[in-house]
């Protein structure tokens, strides 16, 4: 977990680049890595460098137009932290997670990626620096859900790092890794607080390990 490097809503940028990506979760303080191979991603990539390094991760709504589909309300804008090119052109990056905001609205810009005018007041409290152990949080009740919904989904984690990691950082590392539905990745983002994101995810879990066995091939997350 990383301590935003922005005290106040006020020193974001009010509009800021979008990278719309279903099923693609950022959280605050949270490192979200990414490969960028699209030229119109390359490009806000490039300017993204050129200037304070922020992109905000945003879903799509449903039933939206394809070619270009309606954005959520809400997402979380990120920091460039890393960098790399590879051979082929393709970018690498890291983001690190700074402020969910609202989408106020989309501009017309010439640029090939979309450009929106956020508000990050709503959730300045994400800039407060990553919280330690919850004394509400039920450790032993979420890995407990964690342990049937991977064995559900022949999946593995480092269980070690699991029992050790601090509340924050476990919570929002697992809601951003295990593969729940856009909805359900939303769900997470809009939790208002770190209680409230831990119980849907524990609740997540749980309906999951109770649902009906389905074929799913074996996978591992990283």
């Not at 508000?119 to 342990?147: I, N, Q, V, W």
């Amino acid at each position: 977990m990383v301590a935003s490097p922005f005290k106040k809503a006020q020193d974001l940028p009010l509009v800021i680049p979008v990278f719309p990506l279903d099923g693609a979760l950022l959280l605050p303080h949270a490192q979200l890595p990414l490969q960028i191979f699209e030229p119109r991603y390359i490009s806000m990539v490039d300017d993204a460098m050129a200037g304070e390094r922020i992109i905000g991760m945003v879903q799509t709504r449903p039933g939206a137009d394809p070619e270009r589909p309606g954005l959520q309300h809400i997402g979380c804008a990120g920091k460039i932290t890393t960098f790399s090119e590879t051979n082929d052109g393709r970018y690498l990056i890291t983001l690190t997670g700074l402020s969910r905001f609202e989408v106020r609205d989309e501009l017309a810009v010439p640029t090939p990626y979309r450009q929106t005018r956020v508000d990050f007041m709503p959730y300045e409290t994400d800039l407060e620096p990553p919280h330690g152990e919850d004394d509400g949080f039920d450790r032993l009740r979420l890995l407990s859900a964690l342990k049937s919904y991977l064995e559900r989904r022949s999946l593995d984690v480092d269980w070690e790092t699991a029992k050790a990691a601090p509340a924050e950082a476990l919570v929002n590392s697992l809601a951003m890794a295990l593969p729940f539905d856009p909805a359900e990745k939303q769900a997470l983002l809009e939790a208002p607080h770190l209680n409230e994101r831990r119980e849907a995810l524990v609740a997540l879990m749980e309906i999951d390990a109770q649902a009906p066995d389905e074929e799913d091939a074996p996978r591992s997350l990283q």
